[in-house]
C-alpha cells in the first residue's frame, strides 16, 4: 500500500493556480514533517514547502509568496496551493512524510536526505505553459 496518494496536478497557463492534495493511508501526519518536493526533467528533485508539527511552514526562496503549504484539521491531508504560477514551477510534485524525531533543525526541513528516509507518495504532474 503507498502511504501517501498525491492529487491535483493538471495542466495551466502561466499566472495559473494549482491545489495539490496529498492523503495519508493508513496513518496520520501527527509527528511528522510533511512536505511537497519537484522534480523536473533532467534536473534533481528539490524541496519546495513543508510543514512541522507544530504547523510552522517553510518555503524554497522561488516559490515563497506564491505557493502555501497547509494540513487539514485531522492531520491526514497535505496542501499546496500554488498561485501565480511559472513555466519553471512545471516538474512532478511529490509529497513526503518524515518522522520529527529525525529532523536536527530547522535548517533541514527541505533536505532531501532526510526525507528519503520516510514516507513518499506517487508524484502528481503540473505543467505551466508560457
Known amino acids: 500500500q503507498v502511504p501517501l496518494v498525491e492529487s491535483g496536478g493538471g495542466s495551466v497557463q502561466a499566472g495559473g493556480s494549482l491545489r495539490l492534495s496529498c492523503a495519508a493511508a493508513?496513518?496520520?501526519?501527527?509527528?511528522?514533517?510533511v512536505g511537497w518536493f519537484r522534480q523536473a526533467p533532467g534536473k534533481e528533485r528539490e524541496g519546495v514547502a513543508s510543514?512541522?508539527?507544530?504547523?510552522?511552514?517553510f518555503y524554497a526562496d522561488s516559490v515563497s509568496g506564491r505557493f502555501t503549504v497547509s494540513q487539514d484539521n485531522a492531520k491526514t491531508t497535505l496542501y499546496l496551493q500554488m498561485n501565480n504560477l511559472k513555466p519553471e514551477d512545471t516538474a512532478m510534485y511529490y509529497c513526503?512524510?518524515?518522522?520529527?524525531?529525525?529532523?536536527?533543525?530547522?535548517?533541514?526541513?527541505?533536505?532531501?536526505?532526510?526525507?528519503?528516509?520516510?514516507?513518499w507518495g506517487q508524484g502528481t504532474q503540473v505543467t505551466v505553459s508560457s
Open positions: 513526503a512524510a518524515l518522522e520529527s524525531a529525525r529532523v536536527p533543525g530547522p535548517w533541514a526541513t527541505l533536505d532531501l536526505g532526510l526525507f528519503n528516509l520516510g514516507h
Open positions: 493508513g496513518f496520520t501526519f501527527s509527528g511528522y514533517l
Open positions: 510543514i512541522d508539527a507544530d504547523g510552522m511552514t
